[in-house]
C-alpha cells in the first residue's frame, strides 16, 4: 500500500539500515532515499521544502551510506557554466567520486549513483530519477508513518508531536495525537536541532 503522506519518512535510529514496505522514503544512515520520480531541480526543491539538500558526498563513509534500491538516482552535484562541478548546497569537496566517463566530456548537467555498479553519471538534468535527500546528523524530531494514510497537511497540525528520545506527547485537538497516542499514526519531520 502506497503511503499518502507526501513529506519525507524516518526510522528510529536503531532501524536506521531497515527498510520498511510502503514508504516512498527511508532514512539510510545520513541520506534519505525517495522514491519518487523527479528530475533534478525537482528533486533539488523537494529536499529543500524539508531544510535539507540533496546528498552531498564528502568521504567514503558518506559513499558508503548509499544504499541504493536498484535504480539511478539523483545527488546534489553539478555541473555549473564553466564546466566545473559544484555541490548544490554550496560546499566544496575534494573527495574523487568514481565517473564512469570523466564528467569534463559530457554535454549533460546533473549527477546520478548508479545502484549496481555504484559509479556516477552526469545526466540531463529533466531526466525523472529517484533521489538522496541529505539529512542533517542532529535531528530533534522524529515522526513516523505506521500504519495510516494522511496527508501531509494534516500532519503539520502537530508539530510537537514526537521529539527524539523524548517520547510521544499529544497534540490536544487533533485526530493524529490520538492515533499517536493509541501507536498506529506518526509524522515525520527532519527539523535541525
Excluded at 17 to 40: A, E, F, I, K, R
Excluded at 178 to 184: D, E, H, L, R, V
Aim: one cysteine or more; glycine letters at 8%.
Amino acid at each position: 500500500m502506497k503511503s499518502g503522506f507526501s513529506g519525507p519518512f524516518l526510522l528510529l535510529p536503531l532501524l536506521l539500515s531497515s527498510t520498511v514496505s510502503g514508504l516512498g522514503s527511508v532514512v539510510q544512515g545520513y541520506y534519505v532515499y525517495n522514491q519518487h520520480h523527479l528530475n533534478w531541480q525537482e528533486a533539488q526543491s523537494y529536499c529543500r521544502n524539508s531544510n535539507t539538500d540533496l546528498a552531498t558526498i564528502k568521504t567514503q563513509t558518506d559513499e558508503d551510506s548509499l544504499h541504493l534500491k536498484g535504480y539511478h538516482a539523483w545527488i546534489g552535484l553539478y555541473k555549473k557554466r564553466d564546466e566545473e562541478l559544484a555541490w548544490s548546497n554550496g560546499e566544496s569537496s575534494n573527495y574523487a567520486l568514481p565517473f564512469t566517463h570523466p564528467p569534463q566530456h559530457s554535454n549533460e548537467g546533473c549527477v546520478s549513483v548508479h545502484y549496481s555498479e555504484k559509479k556516477y553519471h552526469v545526466r540531463r538534468c529533466e531526466t525523472y530519477y529517484f533521489f538522496f535527500c541529505h539529512h542533517p546528523r542532529g535531528v530533534s524530531k522524529i515522526w513516523i508513518q505506521m500504519s495510516e494514510n494522511k496527508s501531509f497537511k494534516s500532519g503539520l497540525d502537530c508539530t510537537e508531536m514526537v521529539k527524539l528520545g523524548g517520547g510521544a506527547q499529544e497534540c490536544p485537538t487533533s485526530e493524529i495525537g490520538q492515533k499517536m497516542s493509541q501507536g498506529t499514526m506518526a509524522i515525520v519531520s527532519l527539523s535541525p536541532p
